[in-house]
T-cell receptor, first 110, second 114 residues
């Protein structure tokens, strides 16, 4: 994951919005992904965006993609305690391989 | 099965020993992947199978690591002469086919080499 960079920690109050940022390097990535990992659990695909899109909204999740700057963000509206987890951004250097960032630990406080 | 199953969930082994980690993919998924996640890091790609064959093993760190999928379903990751640096969570994923179809991950095997 050294080609994908994320901030390591984010603390947010319950009910506020969370924004997790990611920069990537592979401009040929067809898809960019966000995964969620809870303690003791496997990786869960949260959402993804196709590289020719600027934005994708899926219920409380909004993904923004700036291809020029190779910047991806994930916004979680109305953050809940169940959103506490590690969030990984991933680019696709090939059509089967995922290259992950180091993950952003999101802590939701009451 | 309902999801990707990995066994054992935890494995502690002594330095120099041989270990095998097993992955049962979702039934019908032709693509299978192994990733390694070290503490505080994101998963790193190890190997990708399409059916029985390893289509890309470029992520295997050295020749102590080997993986097989003889019948195109269950896969085994084999590590010879384990070293303390091999300690990590080994994740398996499967997808219906390759090519950006959604990959479903198992819960991983936590390997500790003492």
């Amino acid at each position: 994951g050294e080609d994908v960079e994320q901030s390591l920690f984010l603390s947010v109050r319950e009910g506020d919005s969370s924004v997790i940022n990611c920069t990537y390097t592979d401009s040929s990535s067809t898809y960019l992904y966000w995964y969620k990992q809870e303690p003791g659990a496997g990786l869960q695909l949260l959402t993804y965006i196709f590289s020719n899109m600027d934005m994708k909204q899926d219920q409380r999740l909004t993904v923004l993609l700036n291809k020029k700057d190779k910047h991806l963000s994930l916004r979680i509206a109305d953050t809940q305690t169940g959103d506490s987890a590690i969030y990984f951004c991933a680019e696709t250097p090939s059509d089967y391989k995922l290259s992950f960032g180091a993950g952003t630990t999101v802590t939701v406080r009451a | 099965g309902a999801g990707v199953s990995q066994t054992p969930s935890n494995k502690v082994t002594e330095k120099g020993k041989y270990v095998e980690l097993r992955c049962d993919p979702i039934s019908g998924h032709t693509a299978l992947y192994w990733y390694r996640q070290s503490l505080g890091q994101g998963p790193e790609f190890l190997i990708y199978f399409q059916g029985t064959g390893a289509a890309d093993d470029s992520g295997l760190p050295n020749d102590r690591f080997f993986a097989v999928r003889p019948e195109g379903s269950v896969s085994t990751l084999k590590i010879q002469r384990t070293e303390r640096g091999d300690s990590a969570v080994y994740l398996c994923a499967s997808s219906q086919s390759g090519g950006n179809t959604e990959a479903f991950f198992g819960q991983g095997t936590r390997l500790t080499v003492v």
